[in-house]
């Protein structure tokens, strides 16, 4: 599990600012998850990328902007950041070839202000 | 839209007894079934899975089934253990060729009562 992490663990900004959550893989899993995790919802994907420079949406992708520049990097970025995206967010990876397996990081606590 | 539904939202045991968490997903073309253990403050971790092919697979105290024609899988928990106690999040995945998708349920949460 240490194959993936996460930057900041915790974050506390205050609406409208931008904010950037990092996400980096030592595996070179092709693909890449960004979730969110919120009482009662479970886990819900932001965006998904199935390789470098291919980013596409998920169930909830609506004020976050994703990229992968590299494969072993995810950020995803909150362009300005509302009170509803406090949460904990979840990046994960898999590889192509394996079964469908998503190995999570260890999480991101966001507190919006 | 496309959803799986997870019951119960809560379930309590006792330490020796079983648990048994149910979730039913509605997009048939689903074909790989996790289950992950979350622990307080940590992430989540794959316990069990299974794929469409197959009907039931156990790995020692654990076990999932699967009945595709319901479109319903289970979890078995033998024998839990106080370290059982966590939240547990199914999930039903579809992928290949023309897109992927993986819901997630709104997660169980197990107390196992020493």
């Known amino acids: 599990d240490a194959g993936i992490t996460q930057s900041p663990r915790y974050k506390i900004t205050e609406t409208g600012r931008q904010v950037t959550l990092m996400c980096h893989q030592t595996w070179s899993h092709s693909y890449m998850f960004w979730y969110r995790q919120d009482l009662g919802h479970g886990l819900r994907l932001i965006y998904y990328s199935a390789a470098a420079d291919i980013t596409d949406k998920g169930e909830v992708p609506d004020g976050y902007v994703v990229s992968r520049s590299k494969t072993e990097n995810f950020p995803l970025t909150l362009e300005s950041a509302t009170r509803s995206q406090t949460s904990v967010y979840f990046c994960a990876s898999r590889d192509l070839r394996a079964q469908e397996t998503q190995y999570f990081g260890p999480g991101t606590r966001l507190l919006v202000l | 839209g496309e959803n799986v539904e997870q019951h119960p939202s809560t379930l309590s045991v006792q330490e020796g007894d079983s648990a048994v968490i149910k979730c039913t997903y509605s997009d048939s073309a689903s074909n790989y079934f996790p289950w992950y253990k979350q622990e307080l403050g940590k992430r989540p971790q794959l316990i069990i899975d299974i794929r469409s092919n197959v009907g039931e697979k156990k790995d020692q105290r654990i076990a999932v089934t699967l009945n595709k024609t319901a479109k319903h899988f289970s979890l078995h928990i033998t024998e839990t253990q106080p370290e059982d106690s966590a939240v547990y999040f199914c999930?039903?995945?579809?992928?290949?060729?023309?897109?992927?998708?993986?819901?997630f349920g709104a997660g169980t949460r197990l107390f196992v009562k020493a």
């Open positions: 999930a039903a995945h579809k992928g290949g060729t023309g897109g992927f998708k993986t819901i």
